[in-house]
């Protein structure tokens, strides 16, 4: 291998390894997971039996089967939303659970900062490398 290639070649394995952290961040998505207006439709319904929030995420217990909804802001009151929904019909007491979330921010944030940050030092290598002048002849 001819060692003018070394610092390419390592910019681009920075660039696959960062890229690839971005998709497994980002990409990561359940199978089982629902829109919440289907949740309010099936509390509606009275297939729900349990909820429990953690965050913007909650894990409903329904008749169908167990799924995950994402909540579409912080600022959404699910326990308030479930009453409305449920209009005309009383729900159980135990059907809702808030939990705080189970991790800090910075564990989410740490592994999407850590890829943006190989991409970027992947791209600045390699532009560094390929913009440098090659050897002159005398």
Known sequence: ???????????????????AGMAAVWGGS???QRSYDAFLGQV????????VQTGTRLDVQARDGDY????PSVMTSVFDDMQAA?????LPGDVFEAQAP???????LAPIVVAN??????????????????????
């Open 86 to 90: 449920a209009a005309g019909s009383s």
């Open 1 to 19: 291998m001819r060692p003018g290639w070394v610092l390419p070649g390592l910019s681009v394995v920075v660039l696959i390894v960062g890229l």
């Open 117 to 138: 940050l190989l991409v970027a030092v992947g791209i600045v290598a390699l532009a560094v490398v390929l913009l440098r002048p090659g050897p002159t002849a005398t």
């Open 44 to 51: 509606a319904a009275g297939d729900v039996r349990h909820v």
């Open 102 to 108: 189970a991790d800090p921010i910075w564990f989410t």
């Open 30 to 32: 359940t199978s089982n």
């Open 68 to 71: 995950v909804v994402q909540v």
